[in-house]
């Protein structure tokens, strides 16, 4: 099992800027993929931005070149640094990553979800 931990939401003026953090921990062989997807109410959960172990970048047309993804593949731990923020940035940020767990006989495929946490953007 693998568990996600984010930190860094709260409300915030538009133009200004939020970093958040989502760090893996359990059994962890190796982590490929690792994300941010949020949620705003009424609207389905969408990808923001995710990473490879590669540290190759992609990231939703309404963020691109407002929002910086990075990994610490040392850690475990994935951030995203959200700058100009607007008021429909406002939704609760959600951490994925996907890739292998360590069991004592085998090594097994997981993808993870974090608990969320807000953001809020006033205008």
């Known amino acids: 099992q693998v568990q996600l931990v984010e930190s860094g939401g709260g409300l915030v003026q538009t133009g200004g800027s939020l970093r958040l953090s989502c760090a893996a921990s359990g059994n962890i062989f190796s982590i490929n993929r690792m994300g941010w997807y949020r949620q705003a109410p009424g609207k389905q959960r969408e990808l923001v931005a995710a990473?490879?172990?590669?540290?190759?970048?992609n990231y939703a047309d309404s963020v691109k070149g407002r929002f910086t993804i990075s990994r610490d593949n040392a850690k475990n731990t994935v951030y995203l640094q959200m700058n100009s923020l607007i008021a429909e940035d406002t939704a609760v940020y959600y951490c994925?990553?996907?890739?292998?767990?360590?069991?004592?006989?085998?090594?097994?495929?997981?993808?993870?979800w974090g608990q969320g946490t807000q953001v809020t953007v006033a205008s």
């Open positions: 994925n990553a996907e890739g292998k767990i360590q069991y004592a006989w085998a090594v097994k495929d997981f993808a993870s």
């Open positions: 990473i490879t172990s590669g540290r190759t970048p």
